[in-house]
């Protein structure tokens, strides 16, 4: 079982700042199967990152994923006000196929 | 535009069943594996199950296994999810999702499942 722990719990940032995210895996994680996505309250999870590294469509270029192995980063460049949210990421591979880590609340300062 | 529209969700008592349907429009249904995941209240994310293309080929997350089943009609564009034998752990938001290289790149709404007596 591949476990996704995500830190920090909660980011505390104002608009213009950079965030950075992380998510590191219990076990290697294929580069090719890492997702990240934004959740807003009352809302549905958005597909933000695929791949590691590639932005999915309509995904503005402040967001961008890298990272290999057990060790990967989201980075915001400079916050929106609409960016603010839960950040979750995603692995597919290992026994139980697909997991997500537990959450990053992305909080306005 | 993608859309996914799910329904069927409400309160049922522990024990009891509930059918979850998925309706999806604005792509080829029939040619994408599809997914549900599910969020307890205030909770994060957990995968539930997928299915392949045809329905042929089913998985789910050990919790459910042998008490949910997947399945689709193509002819409806329709994704199903058959819930038996609930407990009171099932609550939840129930997503249906399409799946895309290991991720979901769209997901529906939500139906709100609350399993209680």
């Known amino acids: 079982e591949i476990v996704l722990t995500q830190s920090p719990g909660t980011l505390s940032l104002s608009p213009g700042e950079r965030a950075t995210l992380s998510c590191r895996a219990s076990?290697?994680?294929?580069?090719?199967?890492l997702a990240w996505y934004q959740q807003k309250p009352g809302q549905a999870p958005r597909l933000l990152i695929y791949g590691a590294s590639n932005r999915a469509t309509g995904i503005p270029d402040r967001f961008s994923g890298s990272g290999s192995g057990t060790d990967f980063t989201l980075t915001i460049s400079r916050l929106e006000p609409e960016d603010f949210a839960v950040y979750y990421c995603?692995?597919?591979?290992?026994?139980?196929?697909?997991?997500f880590g537990q959450g990053t609340r992305l909080e306005i300062k | 535009e993608v859309q996914l529209v799910e329904s069927g969700g409400g309160l049922v008592q522990p024990g009891g069943s509930l059918r979850l349907s998925c309706a999806a429009s604005g792509f080829t249904f029939s040619s994408y594996w599809m997914h549900w995941a599910r969020q307890a209240p205030g909770k994060g994310l957990v995968w539930v199950s997928r299915i392949n293309s045809d329905g042929s080929t089913t998985n789910y997350a050990d919790s459910v296994k042998g008490r949910f089943t997947i399945s689709r009609d193509n002819a409806k564009n329709t994704l199903y999810l058959q819930m038996n034998s609930l407990r009171a752990e099932d609550t939840a938001v129930y997503y249906c999702?399409?799946?895309?290289?290991?991720?979901?790149?769209?997901w529906g709404q939500g139906t709100l499942v609350t399993v209680s007596s």
């Open positions: 999702a399409r799946a895309f290289s290991g991720s979901f790149d769209n």
């Open positions: 995603q692995q597919y591979g290992g026994s139980l196929l697909y997991t």
């Open positions: 076990q290697s994680v294929s580069s090719s199967y």
